[in-house]
């Protein structure tokens, strides 16, 4: 079963035009029957964009979901400075945006919000800040903590800095080979990627801070069920505090913990099952 695609724009905060493109099955398209099961609302991370998500957006749409990718700020085709978040309010509300636009255009049909890495942190942070009315919430990776956290001396630091110049951009300093390992069918590499970068500015990383550690101050809160996907050789983000949330939840989550996975589980060598898992959890919610 093929995918057609769509895209377009929406009116995000700020001013800002957020571009969306959104996968459906062809069947849902040609047949006019009402074959959507829920709509998946789907957040990228850092530095990357929707597009590279195409081939999960295959899986789910023959899986019978629909799924609609946005660009968030700084990323991709959405405008704005490469890398640059403006705020977790203004981010969280483009997410609101963004659900909104799925329910008017699958009116009556469930919802899920899907994110990865920063784009975990920034559905966390929706789903606590917003309560949307969503089926289950998916986080992948997320960025709560980075493997690596920066000392308090060094964040204390960066927030004298932006002070001084709150637009400063460096690079993130990630490599391909520590996102994923090779060996998986459909992904979309970052090296050579046009739309993709390696740029975030120093309020980004002390906004995605902040946020991560008020996410998991504030987790408790969490009304939709969450599935919550990590590996244990994350280079990037924190498995621990993954874990840490998890354990707040109880059996409002669902914890998977993947063996020796990498930062991109459905990029990385058991990219078939998480996806696989991912489904039947949302199947589960219905």
Known sequence: MGMKRSEWHLNGMEGSRLYVREWVADSDVSSGAPAIRAV????????????????????????????LAMDQEGHGKTEGKRGHMSS????????GILLAAAAERHAGIPRF???????????????????????GVIAA????KLALSPSAIQLWLGKMLVRLS???S???GLKESQLYRPG??????IEGDRLSHKRITLRTFLNIDAAGDWAIRHIE?????????HGNADLVTSYDASAQIAAVLGDRCQFVSVEGGYHELHNDLESERVIAIIIDWMNQQL
């Open 40 to 67: 998946v609302c789907l957040l990228h991370g850092m530095g990357e964009h929707g597009e590279r998500y195409a081939h999960v957006a295959e899986r789910l749409t023959a899986a019978g979901y629909a799924v």
């Open 88 to 95: 977790i309010e203004a981010t969280a509300a483009n997410v």
């Open 113 to 135: 919000l899907y994110g990865h890495s920063m784009g975990g942190n920034v559905a966390l942070n929706a789903a606590l800040r917003l309560k949307p009315d969503v089926q």
């Open 141 to 144: 990776s997320p960025w709560l």
């Open 166 to 168: 709150p637009g400063l």
């Open 170 to 172: 460096q690079s993130t």
């Open 184 to 189: 998986s069918a459909g992904v979309s590499p």
């Open 221 to 229: 809160q969490l009304e939709a069920p969450l599935l919550l996907l």
